[in-house]
């Protein structure tokens, strides 16, 4: 099965920003005739009806990154990815700036609109001498986080080891590697709240620091031990 939108590798932080961005526009642009539909939706079947709405990927000129072969996809799905990688988009332009310290960093994978596989993430970067800057990129809608996705991330990342609880943190800090949470404004109120094991205690086993902001898109580093430490 294609991807909505495919993975890049090995390409320039704006080549990448440009080629996602690209992608990007033209799933609004079609997501937006879809949405133009929902009026017409009879009322006593209407969240039936829209839940079902297709849009049609077939018309326009699509990005090159758009999936291989994809001719419609879920109206829901798309604003749910859309989200996502305005996130993504945020971070990838951050990260151009100088105050990131990643801007001469060249992008190892990035993964827009699926779920990393081969312990990749969403976004990797990588300098020249091989030192990494990790990114996972949500677009939680609230403070609440009722998928557990901070502590999916935090596996995914390598700073929690994913038992079952996802709360084990005996293992040692991922090397030569910089870890970032990329959230909404919502989410990024309620996340460096002291409330969760790994954040606990006098020694925690981390903690997040505000690195920076674009648009409603706040990034966090993950950093080993205590705010003190």
Known sequence: MSHLVEPLKKVTLQDCYISVQKAHDFLV????KAVAGLNQKSDKNWGVACKRVRVDL???VPSEYIGKGLTEHSLVEIINQCATIERLLDALKWA????????????RCCHPTTSSADNENDLMLESENGKMACF???DVASGKDGNNKEKKSLVALGVLNGDKSGEKTNQGWPKARRAFLVVSEEFGKKLPERKRAWLKGDAP????KK???EGTTVIFEVLNGGPDA
């Open 211 to 213: 690195v920076g902001a």
């Open 58 to 60: 077939s018309a326009g």
């Open 29 to 32: 642009e079609r997501g937006k």
């Open 96 to 107: 151009q700036t100088p105050k990131s310290g990643l801007s001469k960093y060249m992008v």
């Open 136 to 138: 996972e990129v949500s």
């Open 205 to 208: 086993h981390c903690h997040y």
